[in-house]
T-cell receptor, first 117, second 109 residues
Framework: DTGVSQNPRHKITKRGQNVTFRCDPI?????LYWYRQTLGQGPEFLTY????????KSRLLSDRFSAERPKGSFSTLEIQRTEQGDSAMYLC???????????????FGPGTRLTVT | RKEVEQDPGPFNVPEGATVAFNCTYS??????FFWYRQDCRKEPKLLMS???SGNEDGRFTAQLNRASQYISLLIRDSKLSDSATYLC??????????FGKGTHLIIQP
């Protein structure tokens, strides 16, 4: 399967714990995006990388959230001191892209469903 | 005003009928437009990009009206498998996409 992959697919954690999710993009895609989706809402943009550089972060991304893409391939999203409000589906997407270019089509992974109890 | 607005539905449509959705967006600088389809508890899947001249892909037709800042999706000869949530998506630059809340479509046999 050459699509976007994410793991784990499901994560249940207790409030206050730290969690880390991984995303592996489509191999030739240089852009990687993280989104969060709650029930009844469309996905909300969190942050994106072009290669290893994190180029934009949404105001939704509080200080408890951090994302990395150290080698410009896979990415991790960490949430520290989780809160019940962090319960959501965390989606990763990838695309081709170049500086100043229009947005190319983004392809999503299956998501990681986080439940904070 | 929300950045991307859609009628949440649900739209209940008999199989074989034609159904149309509209979506409005607030950022006049938006440059890229898409329709995504999302099945229950699955990830969004790209249905089609929307071009200024309008475009068609089989039973699906997308239109863009920049002056009025709306996007439409038309589905002809609807199938049971078309039942899903359809997300209108807009981008104003090289950052993440802005999604509407989606329109829920139910095709009835």
């Amino acid at each position: 399967d050459t699509g976007v992959s994410q793991n784990p697919r499901h994560k249940i954690t207790k409030r206050g714990q730290n969690v880390t999710f991984r995303c592996d993009p489509i191999s030739e895609h240089n852009r990687l995006y993280w989104y969060r989706q709650t029930l009844g809402q469309g996905p909300e943009f969190l942050t994106y990388f072009q290669n290893e550089a994190q180029l934009e972060k949404s105001r939704l991304l509080s200080d408890r959230f951090s994302a990395e893409r150290p080698k410009g391939s896979f990415s991790t999203l960490e949430i520290q001191r989780t809160e019940q409000g962090d319960s959501a589906m965390y989606l990763c997407a990838s695309s081709l892209g170049s500086e100043g270019a229009l947005t190319y089509e983004q392809y999503f992974g299956p998501g990681t469903r986080l439940t904070v109890t | 005003r929300k950045e991307v607005e859609q009628d949440p539905g649900p739209f209940n449509v008999p199989e074989g009928a034609t159904v149309a959705f509209n979506c409005t967006y607030s950022n006049s600088a938006s440059q890229s437009f898409f329709w995504y389809r999302q099945d229950c508890r699955k990830e969004p899947k790209l249905l089609m990009s929307v071009y200024s001249s309008g475009n068609e892909d089989g039973r699906f037709t997308a239109q863009l009206n920049r002056a009025s800042q709306y996007i439409s999706l038309l589905i002809r000869d609807s199938k049971l498998s078309d039942s899903a949530t359809y997300l209108c998506v807009v981008n104003g630059g090289a950052d993440g996409l802005t999604f509407g809340k989606g329109t829920h479509l139910i095709i009835q046999p």
